[in-house]
């Protein structure tokens, strides 16, 4: 028996042949195959034989073996009426087609929206080949007792894996770093990146042009796409010589190749790719050093034989810390680690210096958030407005199950006519999602440019046909299951009314209501504090102000110079890094505490020339020498976070083993933007080398007319340099759009929340109504007044309402100061309550419109033809 | 009329059943086929075709013995009824007739161009 079993065809198709095969052949063409099968695993492997086995036994899907399916033609042509009908429906109550459609399409929309911004972040990278396979190599560092990750690592760890980690496949070391590149006459600031050669074996960035071996030759360098079209739109780029100057000397790249255009998906590409040896002869740094990471160090990225050997490496690294750790005691390192590139971008926000970073994640899951909830609401209004629309069709309900239909039947039919609703829904949705949100989107956050190519993303049709059905099931059940319950005698003799007091749907308007409140309030809190930002005092005069990056001592004095012989310029300075456009961070260290500072290196009339205020002690004197390397001007924050404030001006701050004391503080800059809390920061004195910007503060309101003096003046002197100079007013343009972006989409979905609240107080009153026509109509003819009729109507509503206000008001502005607290300081007490009154009003607002269109048509109503058709 | 002709398929089935007989089962007739004709032959396409010629009443069927290789299955068995017997003979002395009446240089000709 045992033998038997051995050579059981297999059961699945034998299951499927019972389940289409007619009874009476069955047997025989069973027993058929069966014995076919003995026959075949005699000769062939089992996988052959089953093979065939399925082959034949799909064979006969043939008309003579087939089971008559008379049963199941029916039940196609029920379908096919069910689906007529449905549209007929859609066509008849217009009305609550379009609010049904409308409020399902809008949020289909949005969830789409919110799902391609959410599927980007989780398929950032993904495109490499292997990527799993590929991880960073990432520093944990202990800073000030708190472990904090770092994306960089010392030189020579690269290096040393390859050569002494087996698992270690191949290796690339990368870093970027800003200079000139010339061809001709296009001369532009460029980011470089430097790489080892196997960048590109181990990053998918295919060629179109060249060879990537060629990035093994010293002296070649390899294109984007978008890089080759800006410096040689009409030659072939190939063998041409790029110029690059650094500090003024130039060095010569070969072109030996073009990468082709990168992936949306991309989160870091590069617009040149240089050898990374080049570093040492270009910027002096040892490439076989174990310094530590701060002062000389680079990205790491590795690819291992397999993804598992993450296993076995990540324990070996220790070695190589404590290698590092010996040669650097002041900077200690916990721990490398490996970090798989698939969610590097995703987690780059957690790591200092991170190589790749996505977007944060905050927003998404608010964004998420927000679309769950209007999805919520356009479900609950549907429930609502199909159960009260069942009250139109409950003579139908009674005759399809006076002639049989069961209640199975019946629900069938309601799901069935939901799925058409949901089915028209959702593709309206894609279509304004994919043409209209998207774009939108795109246009809001600049340069974010996402797109949707439904063809080529199978997730995107599968997530549609995901909400389709779990909006039509959800949607559609209580309706379904609630309608088809009715007893058909109970409605021919017409005392079936819509049952209960619909406490569901109260619950629902309320909270729906209580959603719409907070949505609301935030589109206006959104709107106040972007007005509110922009009149915010940036702690220094940034209006009336050039700055042009320069390159050298000679070409910060040439437009010094300048400046002393131009009426238009009142005073000029010069500086390492500028506010709001750049800093550099020290490490400092005061009574043995270590920390880390924003550091601006200046000359001295720098802060009289940006209008910075010093608040206390005094500005620094150039005719002190004491001042050059002994003296530091802090910003308040400083004072309040770092330095004994009692007296700040005694306490001497060590950087970098040398000792400073404080002799002025400044009242707090915005150096980031406005969401980010005002870190300590420092300004010191440097010599004219270091400076890289020169600021020029020009008479009121001729800033344009300076520019175009200035932008002359250095076309003439200086062809060989870019011209970059830029307004400071402008230095906050980017973080201005972003929160302007983020005030419109709060806007938007502010109003998607009012139309659909707005539609489900809608379908509940008229369900109402419905449900009490009978009483209007007697009290109207027994004399009721219209004041009467309008309490009678109102009243509940009012007081739901009145509820979910009084409780959303006060637990939004928590939520809100809660929020701000976090990001923006203080925010809250310059809005005030009004934006809370506002939204109270634009609520009420929105009540008394959609009841009274309702109590009009009750008031209008002739109460006899109520009473009469029953 | 419609049901009683033969097709190519259904008539090398119908002539298997006959050289098989008393042994023509659907797998049995599928074997010979491969064996006679080295056509790929599915087991289902000899079912349809039995199934066919059997409702036109030229085969006739009754089941046997199970046995043990079928898992106790029983297996249907064909026997050629008379009129499969008259259709048979028609289609033959129609082929006979048609081929005598090919002149001889046609053939010759056939045979020319052939080799």
């Known amino acids: 028996m045992a033998d038997q079993s051995e050579i059981a065809p297999p059961k699945l198709a034998d299951r499927l042949l019972g389940w289409f095969c007619k009874d009476e052949l069955l047997e025989e063409i069973k027993g058929d195959l069966h014995e076919f099968y003995g026959m075949e695993r005699t000769e062939k492997s089992a996988w052959k034989a089953n093979w065939s086995y399925w082959y034949h036994m799909l064979h006969f899907l043939r008309p003579f073996a087939l089971k008559n399916k008379t049963q199941k033609q029916t039940s196609i042509a029920m379908y096919r009426s069910y689906i007529k009908t449905g549209f007929r429906n859609l066509k008849r109550q217009k009305l609550a087609s379009f609010i049904n459609v409308f409020g399902l399409a809008t949020t289909i929309a949005i969830s789409l929206v919110v799902y391609v911004l959410i599927d980007r972040q989780f398929s950032l990278d993904a495109f490499h080949a292997d990527a799993d396979q590929i991880f960073a190599v990432q520093s944990r560092i202990d800073w000030n007792g708190t472990e904090e990750t770092w994306g960089r690592t010392p030189l020579q760890l690269g290096p040393s894996l390859k050569a002494e980690i087996p698992q270690v496949e191949e290796m690339t070391r990368v870093t970027r770093k800003l200079a000139t590149v010339r061809f001709e006459d296009n001369v532009f600031n460029e980011v470089l990146t430097y790489a080892d050669p196997s960048y590109l074996s181990i990053f998918s960035f295919p060629l179109i042009q060249g060879q990537a071996e060629s990035l093994k030759g010293k002296k070649n360098i390899i294109l984007s796409k978008a890089s080759a079209e800006k410096y040689f739109p009409a030659d072939d780029p190939i063998g041409k010589d790029l110029k690059i100057l650094i500090d003024g000397k130039a060095f010569l ?19 040149f790719l240089l050898p990374f040896e080049n570093l040492k002869e270009m910027y002096n740094i040892d490439l076989q050093g174990w310094k530590n990471i701060k002062t000389q160090s680079v990205f790491t990225f590795v690819k291992l034989d397999q993804v598992s050997s993450n296993q076995q490496v990540s324990p070996r ?110 593709i309206l949705g894609a279509l304004v999602g994919i043409y209209a949100f998207l774009p ?5 956050f600049s340069g974010s440019g996402y797109t949707i190519n439904i063809f080529q993303d199978p997730a995107i049709p599968g997530f549609l046909i995901i909400l389709f059905v779990a909006l039509s099931l959800i949607s559609g059940a209580y309706p379904a299951f609630y309608i088809s319950a009715f007893k058909p005698v109970a409605i021919l003799k017409g005392k079936q009314n819509l049952a209960g007091k619909n406490r569901l749907g109260k619950v629902f308007l309320t909270m729906q209501f209580f959603l719409t409140f907070v949505a609301i309030v935030s589109g206006l809190l959104f709107t106040d504090l972007n007005e509110f930002q922009e009149e915010q005092d940036w702690g220094y005069q940034a209006s009336d102000l050039l700055v042009v990056p320069v390159e050298d001592p000679a070409q910060y004095q040439a437009l010094k110079l300048f400046a002393t012989q131009s009426p238009g310029i009142i005073n000029t300075a010069g500086s390492g890094s500028q506010i709001g456009r750049s800093f550099v961070e020290s490490a400092i260290k005061i009574t043995d505490e270590k920390y880390t500072v924003r550091t601006f290196n200046i000359s001295p009339d720098y802060l009289d020339v940006m209008n910075v205020r010093v608040i206390e002690g005094r500005d620094f004197d150039e005719n002190l020498s004491s001042d050059q390397n002994k003296s ?115 806007n938007f979905v502010a109003m998607v929340a009012i139309i659909l609240s707005a539609m489900g107080l809608f379908g509940l009153v008229s369900l109402f ?15 009721a007044n219209g004041t009467h009729i309008v309490k009678l109507v109102s009243k509940q509503f009012i007081i739901l309402m009145s509820i979910a206000m009084l409780v959303a008001a006060p637990l939004s502005y928590m939520i809100f100061d809660t929020l701000f607290a976090q990001v923006f300081p203080g925010s809250m007490d310059t809005v005030g309550i009004s934006p809370f009154l506002l939204t109270t009003l634009i609520l009420l607002a929105v009540i008394f419109v959609t009841i009274s269109s309702h109590i009009i048509q009750v008031l209008r109503m002739n109460p006899v033809k109520n009473l009469r058709l029953e | 009329m419609k049901g009683t002709q033969l097709g190519e398929f259904e008539e090398l089935v119908l002539l298997i059943v006959g050289v098989l007989y008393p042994d023509a089962y659907g797998l049995s007739i599928r074997e010979e086929i491969i064996n006679q004709t080295k056509r790929k032959v599915a087991i289902g396409a000899v079912h349809s075709a039995l199934s066919r010629l059997q409702e036109k009443g030229f085969l006739e069927s009754r089941l046997d013995e199970a046995t043990h290789e079928r898992g106790g299955r029983r297996k249907r068995l064909f026997t050629i009824t008379y009129s499969g017997k008259r259709a048979l003979e028609k289609n033959h002395e129609l082929r006979n007739n048609l081929f005598n009446k090919i002149p001889e240089l046609a053939l010759k000709g056939l045979n020319l161009s052939g080799i």
């Open chain 1, 253 to 271: 790249f070969s072109v030996t190749g073009v990468a082709d255009g990168f992936p949306e998906t991309a989160s870091f590409t590069f617009d």
């Open chain 1, 632 to 746: 530091l001007i802090v910003n308040k924050a400083f004072l309040n976070q770092i330095s004994d404030s009692e007296n700040p001006f005694d306490q001497p701050v060590d950087i970098e083993g040398e000792t400073f004391n404080i002799v002025g503080v400044t009242e707090n800059f915005h150096f980031d933007d406005f969401f980010s809390p005002i870190t300590p920061a420092i300004f010191r004195l440097v010599p004219e080398e270091r400076y890289n910007y020169i600021s020029m503060r020009t008479t009121p309101g001729g800033l344009n007319d300076t520019e175009a003096l200035v932008k002359a003046e250095w076309t003439k002197q200086f062809p060989d340099s870019p011209y970059a100079g830029f307004f400071q007013e402008e230095v906050f343009d980017n973080f201005f759009n972003s929160t302007g972006s983020l005030k419109a989409v709060m």
């Open chain 1, 440 to 444: 939108g989107i795109n246009v809001l």
């Open chain 1, 317 to 426: 690294l220790a070695s190589y810390r404590d290698v590092v750790n010996d040669i650097n005691p002041d900077w200690q390192i916990r721990q490398f680690g490996l970090y798989p590139l698939p969610s590097l971008a995703r987690n780059g926000q957690y790591v200092r210096e991170p190589y790749a970073s996505g977007s944060t994640p905050e927003i998404l899951i608010m964004f998420a958030i927000i679309s769950l909830l209007l999805l919520a609401s356009a479900c609950f209004n549907y429930v609502n407005i199909s159960v009260s629309m069942a009250q139109k069709r409950l003579s139908e309900i009674a005759i399809r199950k006076v002639v049989g239909g069961q209640r199975k039947q019946l629900i069938t039919q309601f799901l069935t006519e939901n799925f058409v609703l949901c089915f028209v829904a959702t």
């Open chain 1, 769 to 783: 109504i419905i449900k009490k026509l009978k009483e209007y109509s007697i009290r109207k003819v027994l004399g």
